[in-house]
């Protein structure tokens, strides 16, 4: 059984006497459990409040250049749909990148990343729909090779 807390996250539920235990749940939050209370034939309980947690959001991805190749030691800095910079990382030897954000921390509704290391032009992704909970958000980059580096 279930039911949907109004805007003010006041809920009513109807149980039958016993004992319950009460899962909060809310896409993009971690699941909140309450302590065990017990219910008589007549009984109302009020229950603590429940704080939810925003869930993690990564971010990983691979960036190559324009023959296909992995460019380790790249830049990486990933930023709101205005550019303002939210988190960086460096790929490594394989040309790969991870960004885990802290747990609670949101996550604007679409990114842009980019990619800079010297001798390459900087690379920009097109603006991407942000975050997948509990999967990563892959965005992969390509460098080309500097004219005048």
């Not at 030897?93 to 802290?102: F, I, K, P, T, V």
């Not at 010297?118 to 980059?141: I, K, P, Q, W």
Request: glycine share 12%; proline share 5%.
């Amino acid at each position: 059984m279930s039911t949907v807390a109004d805007p003010n996250g006041k809920y009513r539920l109807e149980v039958s006497a016993g004992t319950i235990r009460l899962k909060f749940a809310l896409a993009g939050y971690d699941d909140q459990f309450s302590s065990t209370y017990g219910v008589d034939q007549n009984g109302e309980v009020i229950v603590a409040p429940a704080t939810l947690r925003m869930s993690a959001w990564a971010i990983s991805g691979l960036v190559t250049d324009s023959s296909g190749a992995s460019v380790a030691g790249a830049g990486v800095v990933i930023g709101d749909y205005v550019g303002v910079p939210i988190g960086n990382a460096t790929t490594d030897g394989s040309g790969r990148y991870h960004y885990a954000s802290a747990f609670g921390v949101p996550h604007p509704p679409q990114i842009i990343v980019s990619a800079r290391k010297a001798g390459y032009e900087t690379a920009f992704s097109s603006s991407v729909n942000c975050c997948n909970l509990g999967t990563d958000t892959v965005v992969n980059l390509s460098v080309r090779f500097a004219l005048n580096p």
